[in-house]
């Protein structure tokens, strides 16, 4: 089940999108994840992939 914490992590143009999108979206996020598509970084490695 999709979550309200998922959909507020939404970005600005999926918030935009009619609300019965954002469960299209969040499940081909979850399918990326299954698979194992999706690359996750710690907060150290995004710092530093932001320059500070």
Known sequence: ???MLETEQLSHKEKSAPPHEHNKIL???LA???AGKSKFY???QLKSRLGK
């Open 32 to 34: 990326t994840i299954t």
């Open 1 to 3: 089940m999709i979550g």
């Open 27 to 29: 499940k081909k996020r």
């Open 42 to 44: 710690t907060l150290a």
